[in-house]
């Protein structure tokens, strides 16, 4: 299986740095700003939900199991959790339009 982040980007930066800036296609994309920040989500699951926590360019979104994690899937049960997958530098993103970008990680990938 294959998880893919999809990414809309409405700036642009002139500073390029190594491992959280891409340039594809003659576009730059550059998170090296929002390196360190984490998005958050919660579902309704009907059995307990579920917690989302994704690190950008890094593995800090939790521990699981002994392993830092980029994007991190908690559950209701104390202990419980998943790695979804962990940041690759070597990772490309794919550039959809001039402004969206695609990550694609293979899920459990770790």
């Known amino acids: 299986r294959t998880i893919s982040f999809l990414l ?6 002139s500073t390029v740095s190594s491992q959280c800036s891409w340039n594809i296609g003659g576009n730059t994309l550059n998170l090296t700003p929002l390196k360190g920040e984490l998005i958050s ?24 199991s002994g392993i830092n994690t980029m994007v991190y899937q908690g559950y209701p049960e104390p202990d419980m959790c998943h790695t979804i997958a962990q940041f690759d530098a070597s990772i490309n993103p794919e550039l ?4 969206t970008y695609m990550f694609n990680y293979d899920n459990d990938d770790y």
Do not use: E, K, M, R
């Open 96 to 99: 959809l339009t001039a402004s």
């Open 41 to 64: 989500a919660t579902d309704n699951n009907p059995f307990g939900a579920h917690t989302y926590n994704y690190s950008i360019c890094g593995n800090t979104a939790g521990v699981c």
């Open 8 to 13: 809309a980007v409405a700036f642009s930066f």
